[in-house]
């Protein structure tokens, strides 16, 4: 897996700890419409499906010194957040995390940019209920997450069309990191 960068997220207090910021789990990338992040933010991060071809690219931060400028508006404006390290299949954008300390906290399907929704976080407890999650409510193992996937794949295959959510979806190795 390639190691592709740093996700900054609202902190919540949702079991759910994977990379989803629909709903009320918490946001990444909060300040992605605030003048002082904007232009970054498109031009560095959400360079998705519009720049690239679908699946070559994961909306993740390499920029250190921006992730730390997120860091410190989010203290100076009381937001409380989380530092999420990605890793996937998918090549860009690569980043090096030597020297960080990470905690794992587990394998993730979801989409490689926008709001980064999960079929782990949306369809395990609802469609296949029959596996099960860790504490953070993600895979423990790639053996888990991959038997997942064969399974998800046979239901998309017996079922109507877009019973599932379908689109530009990677696995992810998620850790969260205290500090840069």
Request: net charge negative; hydrophobic share 30%; with cysteine.
């Amino acid at each position: 897996m390639y190691c592709n960068g740093i996700v900054v997220r609202r902190q919540s207090d949702e079991r759910y700890k994977g990379i989803d910021s629909c709903d009320s789990k918490g946001e990444n990338w909060y300040f992605y419409d605030d003048p002082e992040f904007e232009q970054f933010y498109d031009e560095h991060i959400e360079l998705t499906c519009y720049d690239f071809p679908e699946g070559s690219r994961v909306a993740a931060c390499t920029d250190t010194e921006y992730i730390r400028k997120y860091i410190e508006t989010s203290q100076e404006r009381g937001i409380k957040y989380r530092l999420i390290l990605c890793e996937t299949d998918i090549p860009q954008p690569q980043f090096d995390p030597t020297g960080l300390e990470k905690t794992f906290l587990g394998y993730d399907y979801a989409y490689t940019g926008g709001d980064y929704y999960s079929a782990v976080y949306n369809e395990v407890p609802y469609v296949f209920p029959q596996f099960s999650l860790n504490d953070n409510e993600l895979f423990e193992t790639e053996g888990e997450i991959r038997a997942y996937l064969a399974e998800r794949e046979k239901y998309v295959s017996t079922h109507p069309p877009l019973t599932l959510e379908t689109g530009d979806f990677a696995v992810y190795r998620l850790w969260e990191i205290q500090h840069l």
